[in-house]
């Protein structure tokens, strides 16, 4: 008999290999150009789909939609009940197709189908419903007014809160569908209308969301999603002039540009990018534990994880021990195609990621550093990497400044508490870090001075639709997630009125 489970897997390989279409204006649609490009399954290296090169024409198509939409009744006049009734049809449909959704993930992107299924795709639906929630809380102020120039006069002073307008969203390979949830809840919840450039290694899941998108009723044109090159698609949508906002994820690199093309109609801005985040091991942690979330912080998702604690300090009488423990939980990994559910860790996204994680592992091995778990490339089909534990790391070394995005983790011991925070803080990134002691006044001493968006005390990679997410210094601006993520989405207008 055939179970639930394997006619959602029979949905995704009829739905992967369909002729795909970007969605445009409540459409499917080619490209304009009629071009298209590959998507590959990293586990093999071969083409898995082909999909719309969307570029700047279609951009300009997909942003008079999104205008359209948030000037036309059916979404401006929908009331909010009803907006988070149509946001929580969408996280029950995705519910309702989970499975389908978790196989087209892992063979787009190559991570486990466990995973996808019970991290990414769990959260996903989660935050369409958190978000779901928030549409009819969204209240202004009122305010009394003590006006120094109009003695006598009173006025009745009130905010309200509008949605900032058409949105551009860009988002990365790494958890492709979960980026587009993080992205789109908050901006449909908010009541904007959006353009989604999803990322060109993995276009697939945002295409089959788009469907449900439909389906559920959403206005044509509130959701567009195209497929495209960042280049020539991305930018386009960065510099348009009709674009109110831009929410992007991605490198801190291509963030900087984003910043340059926001610029002509200064457009608002929120970035979440690159991390190198520390994780503090002291010696009085309970080690079992520290040593297995050491090892998960970096190699969740194959270290391709923008909060993937990627430089292990650890105090330096337990250091030989953490070490050891997280290089032999390195070695005993099982790598393998993500569809495979014995698989703990997958291929890396794409040949150019594999490439870009071995130039980090050669540039480390001629510095000095030295690998006591892995150090290359797994195999010679697919894009696998070894998981690597380095150590004999300096702070000048490229592994121990740069985000590497792979799973590799350098470690470095301390030996006064005092030595770690300024080590820790060493970084132009700040966005998570982790804490691992049974001292508890130690942990929220150091928590408080770590100059990073999110901290973990005895835990690590922990997400949740309601805590905010997001960046110190060059790891972005604003936060995604927990109420805090609605004032991306939102402006905030002053009503004032003279009464007497
Ligand atoms: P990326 O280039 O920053 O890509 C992120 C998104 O931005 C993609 O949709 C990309 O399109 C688009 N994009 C690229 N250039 C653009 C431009 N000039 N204007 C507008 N949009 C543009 O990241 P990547 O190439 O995929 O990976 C490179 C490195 O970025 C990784 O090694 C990692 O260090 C970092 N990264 C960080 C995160 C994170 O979550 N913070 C996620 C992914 C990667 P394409 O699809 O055409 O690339
Ligand atoms: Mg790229």
Known sequence: METATSSQNGHATEFIGRRHK??????????????????????????????????????????KAARGAFEGAAWRRMTPSDRGKLI???????????????????LDNGKSVMMARYGDVALVVDMFRYMAGWTTKIEGNTIPLSVPYTPG???HAYTLREPVGVVGQIIPWNFPLLMAAWKLGPALAAGCTVVLKVAEQTPLSALRLAELIAEVGFPEGVVNVVTGFGETAGAALAAHPDVDKVA?????????LIVKAAAGNLKKLTLELGGKSPNVVFKDADMQTAIAGAADAVFFNHGQACCAGTRLF?????????????????????????????????PLVSDEQMNRVCGYLDSGRKDGA??????????????FVQPTVLTDVKPDMKVYQEEIFGPVVVAVPFSDPSEVE?????????????????????????????????????????????????????????????????????????????IA
């Open 314 to 346: 650890v105090e330096k009488s337990a250091f030989d021990k953490v070490v050891e423990g997280v290089a032999e939980r390195a070695k005993n990994i099982k790598l393998g195609p993500g569809l495979d559910p014995s698989t703990e860790m997958g």
């Open 88 to 106: 929580w049809r969408l996280g029950d449909a995705i519910e309702k197709h989970a499975d389908e959704f978790a196989t087209i993930e892992s």
């Open 153 to 155: 006069a009173q006025y």
């Open 22 to 63: 970007m969605f445009i204006g409540g459409k499917f649609v080619e490209a304009a150009s009629g071009k298209t490009f590959d998507s590959f399954n990293p586990a093999t290296g071969e083409v898995l789909a082909r999909v719309p090169e969307g570029d700047k024409q279609d951009i300009e198509v997909a942003v």
């Open 248 to 256: 992007f994820t991605g490198s801190t690199e291509v963030g900087k």
């Open 422 to 498: 300024p080590a820790a803080n060493d970084t132009v990134y700040g966005l998570a870090a982790g804490i691992w002691t049974n001292d508890i006044s130690k942990a929220h001493t150091l928590a408080a001075k770590l100059r990073s968006g999110t901290v973990w005390i005895n835990c690590y990679s922990i997400f949740d639709a309601a805590l905010p997410f997001g960046g110190y210094k060059q790891s972005g601006w604003g936060r995604e997630m927990g109420h805090a993520v609605l004032n991306n989405y939102l402006e905030n207008k002053s009503v004032c009125v003279k």
């Open 370 to 383: 030295k690998a006591v778990a892995g150090g290359a490339r797994a195999g010679n089909k697919g894009y």
